[in-house]
């Protein structure tokens, strides 16, 4: 009986020393915790950005400032798409890197007969293959310019990259042969340009508007390239399917229309004028036109 008594007094004093030490500051083990980890913390992903701003004057002769996000991945996926590792390399892997074929070389060397295939810059697959993600950019241009969505932008969209420096990329961007020619997302993050990567970068901005989006099918805005070779000239010229006013230059065909002429190159020719020099070249039928769209 005395042993029955002792046992039960050390359970009542253990009992009471438990409760003693437990309390609101006192952690219980159940679903939510574990005694052997501490929680995880939530990894958060950032996606990182470059930021490139460019200041420009408007036709009505406000200064203005365009800011652009531009996403490290979908630069680094532009930068891979279009440019091969070598200048020369099989046909059809050429032309899924955004060149066409034109024709072949063949020469000797170290007693070998070499064949070098030789290209030019595919602008309509490197202009449709934009149009997919391009209309951010575009919305930035527009709300920096203070464009309504019913406004025509070709006057400002042209002087906005009239006003971007003009300068030949090299022949060779990251280790990759580009034959000179920056794709639009590359010419904004460099922030110049030649003659052809502005004309093409001025008609994504064109065709990536939401009237251009929204528009019926075949009734949106139509652009081409227009590549001058020869009489002493090489130049790219965008023309885009609108009336041509008096003064005017223009391109027309009887299934096509009338094109008029957009100068990329620097500020001062508003739509529809060239130069002489240009102009006499067209005239001469030195020129080939690349419909886009």
């Keep these: 009986m ?11 004093a253990l009992m009471i020393g438990v409760s003693l030490h437990s309390g609101p500051d006192s952690l219980t083990y159940d679903a ?24 420009w004057i408007d036709p009505t002769k406000i200064k203005r400032q365009t800011s652009f996000y531009i996403p490290e991945k979908e630069l680094k ?38 064949e070098r295939v030789i290209t030019v810059v595919d602008y309509k697959k490197i202009f449709q293959r934009n149009l997919k993600y391009f209309a951010s ?3 930035l241009l ?49 922030q110049y340009g030649d003659c052809d990567s502005k004309s093409l970068l001025l008609a ?11 528009a019926p099918k075949g009734k949106g805005e139509k652009v081409a390239m227009v590549l001058i070779r020869g009489n002493g000239l090489a130049h790219a010229l965008l023309a885009a399917k609108r009336k041509a006013l008096p003064g005017m230059t223009s391109l027309f065909d009887i299934k096509r229309g009338s094109f ?10 508003a739509p529809g004028f060239i130069s002489r020099r240009v102009m006499d070249a067209v005239k001469a039928g030195f020129f080939q036109f690349v419909e886009l769209n």
């Design 2 to 12: 005395k042993d029955i008594l002792l046992i039960f007094l050390f359970c009542l």
């Design 32 to 55: 939510s915790f574990s005694p052997f980890s501490a929680p995880a913390k939530p990894k958060v992903k950032t996606k990182k950005v470059f930021l490139r701003q460019f200041e």
């Design 77 to 114: 996926r532009e930068i891979k798409k279009f440019g091969t590792r070598r200048a020369s390399a099989h046909p059809l892997f050429m032309e899924r890197k955004g060149f066409k074929v034109v024709g072949r070389k063949t020469f000797y060397h170290n007693n070998r007969l070499h």
């Design 137 to 139: 950019f575009t919305s």
């Design 142 to 190: 527009s709300a920096s310019a203070a464009l309504s969505d019913t406004a025509d932008p070709l006057y400002h969209f042209l002087t906005f990259v009239q006003h971007i420096d003009y300068r030949l990329p090299p022949n060779k961007y990251h280790g990759r042969f580009i034959n000179s020619f920056f794709v639009p997302l590359v010419c904004l993050y460099e």
């Design 204 to 214: 994504d901005f064109l065709c990536t508007t939401k009237a251009a989006l929204n």
């Design 260 to 269: 008029i002429l957009l100068e990329t190159t620097h500020p001062g020719w």
